[in-house]
């Protein structure tokens, strides 16, 4: 098999990371592999502030956790609803809990965040998924966390201790380890009906 194709296939979002840190030179190269990435008129609108740091980490998950504790109180009145109940139960054995359940204690935060600009969304998108591929092909986890990316976009106090401008959006908040294991296969696909015209 094509190797790009063998290591897209082969991509998983890991949750389970080995203790591990990841050298700054594979950190480089698997943002090198976003910048390459395509974006409009090659405008390349993406900024990344990386996290090393596991106590800079642990206070980020930890605010986050509270973020999200103080809305599940907001979502109790509408547990009327199937879907609002288990979203919200599902949140609040996340907040409770006394594990790092939004980075799943990966040794390196990743943090995508660009200026407003026409067709950035899909640009930052883009370099994402190569920084996730190129981390697969290095024997590097990866996962994409956004309920990191929600909580970022309205904390302007987090924001601000993380050094990201007002200006900016969060476009995507990844985590990268190496993977305590790479499940063997995928989860089966959905068959799409296609069309040549």
């Known amino acids: 098999m094509n190797s790009t194709i063998d ?6 979002s890991i ?8 050298s700054k030179e594979l950190i480089n190269e698997i943002i090198d592999a976003g910048i390459y990435a395509p974006s409009s008129h090659n405008s390349q609108p993406w900024n990344f502030t990386i996290i090393t740091h596991k106590k800079v980490i642990d206070e980020l998950s930890d605010e986050i956790k509270a973020w999200y504790a103080s809305l599940v109180k907001i979502g109790v009145p509408l547990s009327f609803i199937k879907k609002v109940r288990e979203a919200v139960e599902g949140m609040r054995r996340m907040v409770n809990s006394e594990k790092d359940l939004f980075f799943y204690n990966a040794p390196v935060v990743m943090i995508i965040h660009a200026k407003s600009h026409e067709f950035y969304q899909k ?9 996730m591929l190129a981390a697969r092909s290095l024997g590097i986890g990866s996962c994409w966390i956004g309920f990191a990316d929600i909580v970022l ?3 302007r106090k987090m924001r601000k201790k993380l050094g990201i401008p007002v200006s900016h959006r969060i476009m995507a908040t990844l985590v990268f380890g190496y993977a305590v294991k790479f499940p063997s ?10 069309d040549f015209i």
């Open 7 to 12: 290591t897209i296939k082969n991509r998983r």
């Open 123 to 131: 640009d930052c998108a883009c370099c994402a998924q190569n920084m």
């Open 153 to 155: 976009n309205k904390s």
């Open 15 to 22: 949750r389970k990371y080995e203790n591990k840190k990841i």
């Open 185 to 194: 296969k995928a989860l089966p696909r959905n068959r799409f009906k296609k």
